[in-house]
């Protein structure tokens, strides 16, 4: 197995890009687009967990879109052969002073495209 393929990590990493925009925008329907509109999909977030598409869906659509602004660290994307990769990343929001916010994501190549099967984010304190 092929770990960071050069042409595979530059998709996932555009994916990734283009996720983050969406985030920080409320494009509801774009981050729709990113998961995998599947029952078995995942999202654990910091006040919630979101098991399947569906539930997933409803929480972007009920969120408010204030403060989504956000300042990535140390962000990484690994590939594992040219169909699976794992992005992993931390945030800060100014809204959460003295926090640290965490973020990780298992994107899999579909016929379709990239998309997110189980995203993960939390935030702690900082130290």
């Known amino acids: 197995m092929i770990v960071d393929d050069p042409e595979t990590k530059r998709q996932v990493e555009a994916a990734f890009a283009a996720y983050e925009v969406a985030l920080t ?15 078995k999909s995942i999202r654990y977030g910091v006040g919630e967990n979101l098991y399947g598409f569906e ?9 408010s879109p ?18 699976f990769a794992v992005a992993s990343t931390l945030f800060r929001r100014d ?5 640290v916010g965490r973020q990780m994501q298992s994107w899999v190549r579909f016929p379709w495209g990239w998309r997110i099967v189980a995203a993960h984010v939390s935030l702690i304190e900082e130290g």
């Open 25 to 39: 925008t409320n494009d509801v329907v774009a981050l729709d687009g990113f998961f995998h509109a599947h029952p």
């Open 95 to 99: 809204s959460a002073p003295g926090k």
């Open 55 to 63: 539930e997933i869906s409803a929480f972007r659509s009920a969120r």
């Open 66 to 83: 204030a403060g989504l602004a956000r300042r990535l660290e140390k962000s990484q994307i690994t590939t594992y052969g040219q169909d």
